[in-house]
């Protein structure tokens, strides 16, 4: 079975690039936006150059996959759904037999949140192409939020515009895990959702960094312009500015609060919590 990867140099590509590479009877062709460093995959796999942007080259990479794992594209939001229609369109043109995609637990046109509606538009394209496919809506990756928790370990507080929103942190191996599992399985022609074991709150996921860090840091629901207006005087790139803000709004809705057991039914293990991940990057 010859299953294709996309995002391969990245850190959720590349953990499943590792896992499917480890299966036998599987050959894995990596797909990468540029000639990946010597080391960072496993010998077993085939590295492919395609950028999402190249058509022809998306098309030649794919060229007798049985399989594709789709890891979503990145950046603004506009150039990831062409990235997204280019990706689809040659899957379509190689008759991939089934196309594993990676999409959001928000995934929904009428979301706030810019990449929600970008992955469930991407949803529709491949629900539309006709291609089999099964869909992993991912809840946030624990380890992209430890960005802001990481840098509330420095302050003492975790101030952001989240009120009293929950969110299923989910860790991004639990996610490589699971599209890995979808990927050596048959098209199941819908969505699985892809959370944490727990639904937590800011205060909560905050009193978890404070004890596995023993240290002080404490939540501080701040205002949308608060917020905006100080990440905007950090020098953050605006692109991430309009990304994050319209998420903590999405977060406001509860939008990324659900729980789901669809992990454990794909691979038969549990979810990573908080604490595990925190624990071992400490
Ligand atoms: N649920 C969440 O919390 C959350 C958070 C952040 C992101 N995401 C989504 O999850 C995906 C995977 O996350 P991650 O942490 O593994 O991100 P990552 O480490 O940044 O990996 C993304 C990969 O996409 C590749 N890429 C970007 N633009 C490309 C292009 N034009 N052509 C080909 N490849 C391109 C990058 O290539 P290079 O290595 O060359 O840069 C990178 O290897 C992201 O792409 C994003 O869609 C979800």
Not at 25 to 45: E, F, H, I, S
Not at 68 to 81: C, H, K, N, Q, T
Not at 112 to 128: I, K, Q, S
Not at 231 to 258: H, I, K, M, N
Request: hydrophobic share 50%.
């Amino acid at each position: 079975m010859r299953i294709a990867v996309t995002g391969a140099a990245g850190r959720l590509g590349g953990q499943v690039v590792r896992l499917l590479a480890d299966r036998d009877g599987v050959d894995v062709v990596a797909m990468t936006r540029r000639p990946p460093p010597g080391g960072l995959l496993p010998p077993q796999a085939q590295a492919v150059v395609a950028d999402y942007a190249e058509p022809a080259a998306l098309r030649t990479a794919l060229r007798g996959a049985d399989t594709l794992v789709f890891v979503s594209s990145d950046g603004p939001d506009a150039r990831m759904l062409l990235h997204h229609r280019n990706v689809v369109a040659a899957a379509a043109a190689e008759r991939v037999a089934h196309v594993v995609a990676l999409s959001s637990v928000d995934a929904d046109a009428a979301s706030p949140f810019c990449y929600a509606v970008v992955n469930r538009l991407t949803e529709d394209m491949l629900l539309g192409s006709g291609l089999p496919c099964s869909i992993a809506r991912a809840s946030l990756y624990t380890e992209f939020f430890e960005g802001w928790l990481t840098e509330a370990r420095a302050s003492g507080l975790l101030r952001l515009p989240a009120a009293d929103g929950r969110i299923s942190l989910v860790a991004r191996d639990d996610v490589a895990r699971a599209l890995a599992a979808l990927a050596v399985g048959e098209p199941t022609g819908r969505h699985h959702d892809i959370t944490g074991p727990v639904s937590a709150d800011l205060a909560d996921i905050a009193s978890v960094a404070a004890e596995v860090w023993e240290t002080p840091v404490a939540y501080e629901d701040i205002p949308a312009g608060t917020y905006c207006a100080e990440t905007a005087a950090s020098g953050l790139d605006p692109w991430w500015l309009y990304a994050f803000s319209p998420l903590f709004a999405s977060v406001r809705e509860q939008r990324w609060a659900q729980v789901q057991g669809d992990y454990a039914l794909l691979t038969g293990g549990l979810p990573l919590a908080l604490r595990d991940v925190l624990t071992a990057h400490r």
